[in-house]
């Protein structure tokens, strides 16, 4: 009788040396968190149609269901017009077909705007905003004094007289000595030329006072005049209230208690003008408000492009009326994509040109080496504006002209790694079982020279991305309408007030960046053969 027995299947072990560079990877937290959420965020960028679109993830019309953010459904197919272009989903859902009584409706994404949709002006009218700049208009008076001090007379001066019946203007305000030996020397009739000097009074209030030049008469003055003006801060000077499209007060510098001090008639009238103001009247008024006379200015803040980031809008809207979120999230995906395609590209053919070197080395080398100098000094920029002037701008073209310059580099870190490797033993070992230069190459040296690939591919990455971005920013790279952080960037260069093309974008390019490279130097420690060992 005879017995079989059935041997399980070999297990493959993880290797060991791999195992100890990933958890060295997973120990530096910084590029841990950072591979995380980078992939998160690419991950997002690729479903971003379900995120940020102006076609509606779900329709149900007439008991039947649609998926338009997954197909293409016409006109017709909603409207039975005989339309056979893409439907207007945004203008049939404010179709009565669509009204809550039909039974029809549509569910659009959290953010229902594309990143090529044009956002129709009239939607953000209650988002203008008009602004009332007050502007102190500071007081004058002269007063005129008497030998004595004893004011004469006085002109709109009230506010600077004294305050009590027993106090003097000179106790009132503090006159500098030049300044009262100019007035003595007037009552003693000598001549004085004009004089000017800024005083504080007891109240804190600050003027600026003046004599004219005086030339000595027969008899001397029975009094002089003084010249008062006011001296405003710019914090005291200027105060402004922003109107929303409703006439509510929503902010400005005069929000606060300044506003309750005002009357209802006052804060009427105000209120007046910013009504005016919306319906196309914006003419300064001078105006007398608790007490104190001012400038009024009257600004809109119309719907114009670039638009300031609102409720609708998170991130604002650019030169062209396109959401700057949708714009942002899909050059993420733009970027990432091009990035990785053009490192894998580049570090394929640089780590074949590399091994080629490395492996055979002599003639071969010396020629390939000679070869890439040459075509190293070919400057990229002209390339890639006379490619694109022949053919176009594209994304192909754009990643086939980087890519034909980016393997110089990654090749020459193959190729000494090769010629390291390939006089060890296990190489001769290879050749002495008759195994062909390509599997020796590819099947033993490879593995064993993958350090500098992995080590500088996030490095790589990273480095794409920012060159997409410049290329984008001086007009070279993707063509329009295609969304991209650099086009952002360059709209802002234009819209230098537009603060949200600057900062937004800015961001998205600095943060994709720090976390590539904060993954490449994890990904460089844990391929480090000697770690820096932690003292006790």
């Known amino acids: 009788m005879t017995t079989t027995s059935t041997i399980p299947p070999r297990r493959r072990m993880p290797n060991p040396v791999a195992r100890q560079r990933w958890v060295r990877f997973r120990r530096n937290r910084r590029g841990f968190v950072s591979l995380v959420l980078l992939v998160t965020l690419y991950a ?3 479903v971003a149609e379900l995120i940020s679109n102006d076609r509606p993830l779900i329709v149900n019309h007439q008991g039947s269901w649609y998926f338009p953010v997954l197909f293409f459904y016409p006109e017709d197919t909603f409207t039975g017009s005989g339309v056979m272009t ?12 669509f009204a809550p009584e039909s039974g029809n409706w549509m569910m659009f994404p959290p953010v229902p705007y594309g990143p090529n949709e044009i956002i129709n002006p009239d939607s953000l009218r209650g988002e203008e905003r008009v602004t009332l700049s007050l502007r102190n208009q500071p007081r004058v008076g002269t007063v005129q004094l ?3 001090g004893s004011v004469v007379r006085a002109q709109a001066a009230e506010s ?5 019946e027993d106090e003097t203007l000179a106790e009132t305000w503090r006159f500098p000595d030049l300044f009262r030996d100019s007035m003595a020397a007037r009552f003693a009739n000598r001549a004085q030329a004009a004089m000017r000097s800024v005083v504080t009074n007891q109240h804190g209030l600050v003027a600026e006072v003046s004599l004219t030049a005086y030339t000595p008469r027969s008899q001397p003055p029975r009094d002089i005049r003084i010249t008062f003006r006011e001296l405003l801060t710019n914090r005291e000077s200027v105060r402004t209230l922003v109107f929303a499209r409703d006439l509510t007060l929503v902010a ?5 208690d300044w506003w309750a001090v005002l009357s209802g008639e006052e804060q009427e009238r105000l209120t007046g003008y910013a009504r005016q103001a919306f319906n196309g009247v914006l003419v300064p008024r001078s105006e007398a408000l608790a007490g104190t006379s001012f400038t009024v200015d ?3 803040n119309d719907v114009q492009w670039p638009f300031r980031p609102n409720p609708r809008h998170w991130l604002g809207l650019d030169n062209a009326g396109r959401d700057v979120f949708a714009r942002i999230l899909y050059g993420l995906r733009t970027s990432m994509t091009f990035g990785l395609l053009l490192v894998v590209f580049s570090m394929a053919f640089g780590t074949l040109m590399g091994a080629m070197q490395g492996y055979f080395g002599g003639r071969v080398d010396l020629v390939a080496q000679r070869l890439i100098e040459i075509w190293s000094t070919i400057p990229f920029l002209y390339v890639m504006i006379w490619l694109g002037s022949l053919y176009g701008r594209s994304f192909s073209l754009l990643l086939f002209c980087y890519g034909i310059f980016n393997w110089i580099g990654i090749s020459s870190y193959v190729r000494a790694e090769f010629l390291r490797l390939r006089r060890m033993p296990f190489v001769d070992a290879a050749r002495c ?4 230069n390509g599997a020796i190459m590819f099947r033993h040296i490879l593995p064993n020279a993958l350090t500098p690939i992995i080590t500088f591919f996030p490095f790589s990455l990273v480095g ?8 984008d920013y001086l007009g070279f790279g993707l063509p329009p309408p295609t969304p991209s952080w650099g086009e952002l960037l360059q709209q802002a260069q234009f819209f230098r007030w537009a603060w949200w093309l600057i900062l937004y974008p800015s961001v998205a390019l600095f943060a994709v960046i720090l976390m590539g490279v904060f993954i490449g130097e994890a990904v460089r420690d844990a391929y480090d053969p000697k770690p820096v060992m932690k003292m006790a």
């Open 86 to 97: 893409r439907a207007n989903y945004k203008r049939l859902a404010a179709s009565p077909s």
């Open 160 to 164: 600077f007289l004294a305050h009590r």
């Open 146 to 148: 008497d030998a004595t």
């Open 433 to 436: 079982l008759g195994l062909s």
């Open 44 to 46: 997002l960028s690729l």
């Open 298 to 300: 009257v600004r809109r």
């Open 252 to 256: 400005g510098t005069g929000k606060g």
């Open 464 to 471: 794409a991305i920012g060159s997409l971005a410049m290329l």
